[in-house]
C-alpha cells in the first residue's frame, strides 16, 4: 500500500520522536526519510530537532536531492539519494547517532562481523542464527557527494546491505517501510551493544576493564 507524502511525513516525525526518547539523536543529530513515489521523496529539513518534528519539518526532493519545495534538506541528503538508486526495494532511510553506534565505529576497523546471533533474523531474507551479516565501516567525510560514492562503490562491489556505519558519527539503515527501518536500528542497537560488551564495554560505554 503506497502512503500519501503527509502520511509518510507523520511516520518519520513519529521515529524522530521515538529516537529522541532513546538517546539515538541529540541536539538537531540524524535525519530521515522516505520514499513516496518514483520521483519524490520525504526527508527532515535541516538544523531539525528530531525530538521536536513536526510534519511542518519535513520537505520534498527528488531522486537527484534537489528540493521541490525550496527549502534545505540535511547536508547528508546524498546519503539517502544514493540508497534509493541503489536499492529500489527501499523505503525508508533512517540516520541516529546512538552513543553504542558511534563508539562502536571508533573501536571497529573496517567492518563489524556479526555471527551466530539469533536476532539476525530480524533482517530481511535471514532465517538462521548462523547467518553473516557485514557492516562495513566508512571514515567520515565532510564532502558528502565522495562519501556517498564510495558507499555507492562498496556496495557495487559487495553486494546489498543492512546497515553502514560512519566513523565516529552513527548509523545508516533503510528498510521498505519506516517501522521496519525502526526495527532495523533495534536490532542493530542490540547486537552493537553485544560486540562492544565482547570489546569489554559495558552498556555505559565503559570499559570494564579499567580501574
Known amino acids: 500500500m503506497r502512503h500519501t507524502f503527509e502520511e509518510l511525513a507523520q511516520q518519520l516525525v513519529n521515529a524522530g520522536h521515538v529516537l529522541y526518547a532513546q538517546g539515538m539523536v541529540p541536539a538537531t543529530s540524524g535525519n530521515f526519510s522516505a520514499r513516496v513515489g518514483p520521483e519524490v521523496i520525504a526527508i527532515t529539513v535541516s538544523g531539525t530537532h528530531k525530538g521536536h518534528l513536526d510534519t511542518s519539518d519535513i520537505m520534498a526532493i527528488d531522486n537527484q536531492g534537489n528540493s521541490i519545495d525550496g527549502r534545505r534538506s540535511s ?37 563489524i562481523i556479526l555471527s551466530g546471533y539469533e536476532l539476525l533474523k530480524a533482517f530481511p531474507g535471514i532465517d538462521t542464527h548462523e547467518a553473516t551479516v557485514q557492516v562495513p565501516v566508512f571514515n567520515n567525510d565532510q564532502d558528502i557527494s565522495r562519501l556517498a ?46 560486540e562492544l560488551m565482547k570489546r569489554g564495554v559495558n552498556q555505559d560505554g565503559i570499559s570494564d576493564n579499567l580501574s
Open 75 to 111: 547536508a547528508e541528503t546524498a546519503l539517502h539519494t544514493q540508497i534509493y538508486r541503489h536499492l529500489p526495494q527501499v523505503g525508508a532511510v533512517l540516520h541516529h547517532h546512538s552513543p553504542r553506534a558511534t563508539l562502536l565505529s571508533q573501536l571497529a576497523g573496517d567492518r
Open 149 to 194: 560514492d564510495t558507499v555507492d562503490n562498496y556496495m557495487q562491489s559487495n553486494g546489498d546491505l543492512f546497515g553502514y556505519l560512519i566513523r565516529g558519527h552513527g548509523l545508516y539503515t533503510w528498510a521498505d517501510t519506516v517501522e521496519r527501518a525502526l526495527n532495523h536500528i533495534e536490532a542493530f542497537e542490540f547486537l552493537f551493544r553485544c
